[in-house]
Every structure is written in C-alpha cells, then in structure tokens.
C-alpha cells in the first residue's frame, strides 16, 4: 500500500498520503526488519542478521538469488543490490507508511488500552504531526483490541461478543467515514475451524468470538488453513457488498517466509475437492480428465472426471 501511495503522489495534484499499521500482537522491534524485508526485497534472515551495510550486496556485487530473481530472459537490465534497493525504499517507506505499536510493549507500554477512541485519537495526531491525510488503517488484531480496552475498564471476559460485534460499525462510522480512509480489521477465526481442510473456503460467519462480526463491513476475506504438502492457503471474499460475489473467486496463496509476503499462486495451483489438497493444472489433467470448453463439470471446477465424454 505504500508503493500505491507513492504512485498516486506522483499524479499532479494529488495530496501524498499515509498508509498506517497499528500492531496489537507483536511489538515494532520483533516486525520492523519483516517490514523492511518485504518493502526492499531483501531476505529476512539477511536483515535479521545484519551488523553493518557491508553485509548488503550491491549492483556491483549481487547474491545468486537477485540473479534468479531480477534477470529478465533477453533484457539488458541493470540489477540491483540489497543496499540499493534498500536505500530506494526508505524514500517512500519513510514518507508513507507508518508503524505504530499498540501492543503494550516496553517501549510503549501503555498503548493498546483505549479501543476505537484511541486509534481516533492516535490518528488525528498522526495527521497534525506529518502534515498529511491517512488513506489508509490496518488494525492486527479486533480480538486484542477489544480484550485490552475491556481489561482497563474491568469489564467481564464473557463480554466479548458485545463489544466485538459491533465493532466494524463504529469502525465504519469513526474510522473509515470520519477520516474518509479505507480501515482493515484483522481477527481470527472461531478456534474450531482449524480443523477445516485446506481446500474448504472460510466464512466471516466464523469468526472467533462473534459470529456477526463482520456483519457491517464492506468486505470480508478469510485466509484458509495452511495445506501442509504445498504450503498453500485459500483466501476466500466470503462477503463483498458492492461487487458481485461471484466476481470474486477464491484465490490461492503461499507464503514466502524469506520476503515476509504472500504471493498469488492461483495460476500454478488448483484447489482439489477430492483429495483435500492443492495440486497444479497439469497434474489435474493427468488424474482427472482434460479441460471443457461448455463450463465447469466434475471436480475440481472446469475438470471433466475420467471416462467423461469430452
């Protein structure tokens, strides 16, 4: 999102903007490399490890992976380093994108108390201090959030649901309206669906705690338990209200631990509903049939069963 908001500050007479992530679980220092590790894609272990700028590669000096990973087949591109990338990204990482640990950490231990109030609160400063309009709020997660402001008013855990129930609304009306910015809520799963196979789509209606949590949110996207033999997940748009529901197929994506990102994966690997698992379109073909032109038949969609006429 901050790349995004880099490039829509470039269009002439466009406000730059801030994209904002408030963290209620980990504290900045054990995130801020993953941060970094994404934004200059860089490995994670690399930075983890980092002492001083030497242990960077540079144009001149680049690593097997950057290779791999940055060479276009028949292109003279100039290929570069780990410093160089990560000195590119602190221009716009600096500018636009803003961590705030909310997780009561040594650091800052008294954030994270105060609910939908202070996450107003703490934006409305964001703003006055930069000088620029958030455009966009991610909040990790609704359940810590809810469980922290109920513990400093000592109200009862058995509460939960009344307070995470009606979140998304107040967030709506005191997040999102009220700084005219798109705010996503993060929160888990209800624990029983951890039992789920990895091909089974995830529904708002699900969430932990409460099931109308999502119930006056624009959309909702559940990530999929993580299938072990691929390391494959489903995200599925369990609910979109502005759009079509069908427009939006599930997606299929696998973590890379090392860029600390998810990658779309949904061209390699196809959700199989007979075994339970992910498995690509050639080995599909080879199981279960080859592809129909007239529409999705047999399982999984669009793959005709064995024996099947074409």
């Known amino acids: 999102e901050g790349r995004h908001f880099v490039m829509r500050s470039l269009v002439p007479g466009v406000e730059p903007e801030l994209s904002v992530f408030m963290s209620y679980e980990e504290p900045e220092i054990k995130l801020i490399r993953r941060i970094w590790s ?5 490995p994670w272990d690399t930075l983890e490890g980092m002492s001083d700028w030497s242990t960077l590669s540079t144009a001149s000096r680049l690593k097997d992976y950057e290779r791999e990973m940055f060479s276009v087949a028949g292109a ?16 716009w990482v600096n500018r636009h994108f803003v961590f705030l640990d909310m997780s009561g950490s040594e650091q800052y231990p008294n954030a994270g108390r105060g609910g939908v109030d202070e996450i107003a609160s703490v934006l409305t400063r964001l703003q006055e201090e930069r000088g620029m309009k958030v455009g966009s709020v991610s909040m990790d997660y609704a359940g810590l959030i809810c469980r922290r402001q109920m513990a400093a008013m000592h109200v009862s855990p058995d509460q939960m649901r009344h307070h995470l129930g009606p979140m998304g609304d107040r967030i709506r009306q005191e997040i999102a309206i009220k700084f005219k910015l798109t705010a996503w809520v993060m ?17 708002h209606l699900d969430a932990a705690e409460a099931h109308n949590f999502a119930e006056n949110m624009a ?5 999929g338990v993580v299938d072990k033999r691929t390391g494959c997940q489903l995200l599925n748009w369990s609910k979109v209200r502005y759009r079509k529901q069908w427009e939006h197929a599930p997606a299929v994506l696998k973590l890379d ?3 600390c ?3 779309d994966v949904s061209e390699r ?6 075994t339970h698992t992910f498995i690509d379109p050639t080995t599909a073909q080879a199981f279960q049939g080859h592809e129909r032109d007239d529409g999705p038949i047999g399982t999984p969609v669009g793959i005709a069963p064995l024996g099947a006429e074409p």
């Open 219 to 223: 959309l909702c996207a559940c990530l």
């Open 187 to 203: 929160h888990q799963m209800a624990s029983d669906q951890g039992k789920k196979t990895a091909t089974t789509p995830l529904s």
């Open 257 to 259: 631990g090392q860029f």
């Open 76 to 91: 003279n591109t100039i290929i570069k380093g780990e410093r160089e990338r990560y000195e590119e990204s602190m221009q």
């Open 261 to 263: 990102r998810f990658n």
């Open 38 to 42: 994404n934004a200059a894609e860089i």
């Open 269 to 274: 690997y196809r959700p199989d509903t007979v």
